[in-house]
């Protein structure tokens, strides 16, 4: 069974709209982290943001915001007025306190039209 | 150098060769992560260390991948007798405590031909 599922594969925006990345998670563990990344052209992954799974506080960060909810196991992530440079692929990962991996999700990619 | 450092950046393999991935990461991180990426996929796990321990080799495709980091620092993923289905990009990560941030290197984009 999947443990991270980004159900959006692909989504086009305008410039200047507002976006929202989907991710939903399964684990049994009570202790896990979640997690955003970014994978531009280049093939790195970027970090974005880390949350554990006693902190449902939602997080904003410049443009970057974060919704966590453990009642619907999400972990969505919103970007405000987008920029071309938002273009990219987005995944979201699990990591389980009792584990040695992080789970990732297959990605969306997002492409933000000028 | 500051990141996760991966060489070569591009290989390609001819159907049978042995190849040697090479990862070189953050200094002073414990714990170091090796992932395959398909093309148009999300990484799946291939293997951790934690220093020159290799806690968990569960995710390694079959006993033609084998993965080693000898003195805790630079690591090595070859992949013997390489198949077609082997092409893909190979991630290496360095973590420098469980579970907090894994800073991710670029890659080796490795095909099989």
């Known amino acids: 069974a999947q443990k991270v599922t980004q159900a959006q594969t692909e989504i086009s925006v305008v410039e200047k709209e507002d976006v929202t990345l989907d991710c939903v998670y399964e684990?049994?563990?009570?202790?896990?982290?979640l997690f955003w990344y970014k994978q531009p052209p280049s093939g790195e992954l970027v970090f974005l943001i880390r949350?554990?799974?006693?902190?449902?506080q939602n997080e904003i960060s410049g443009r970057y915001s974060w919704n966590f909810q453990k009642s619907t196991s999400s972990f969505n992530f919103t970007i405000t007025a987008s920029q071309v440079v938002d273009s990219a692929v987005y995944f979201c990962?699990?990591?389980?306190?009792?584990?040695?991996?992080?789970?990732f999700g297959t990605g969306t990619s997002l492409t933000v039209i000028p | 150098g500051a990141g996760v450092s991966q060489s070569p950046r591009y290989k390609v393999a001819k159907r049978g060769q042995d190849v040697a991935l090479r990862c070189d990461p953050i200094s002073g991180h414990v714990s170091l992560f090796w992932y395959q990426q398909a093309l148009g996929q999300g990484p799946e796990f291939l293997t951790y260390?934690?220093?020159?321990?290799?806690?968990?080799k569960s995710g390694l495709p079959s006993d033609r991948f084998f993965a080693e980091r000898p003195e805790g620092s630079v690591s090595t993923l070859k992949i013997q007798r390489t198949q077609q289905e082997d092409s893909a990009v190979y991630l290496c990560a360095s973590e420098g405590q469980k579970n907090t941030e894994a800073f991710f290197g670029q890659g080796t984009r490795l095909t099989v031909v």
């Open positions: 260390f934690q220093n020159e321990a290799q806690l968990d």
């Open positions: 949350r554990n799974s006693f902190d449902e």
């Open positions: 990962a699990l990591s389980e306190n009792t584990g040695n991996q992080f789970y």
């Open positions: 684990t049994r563990d009570t202790t896990y982290y």
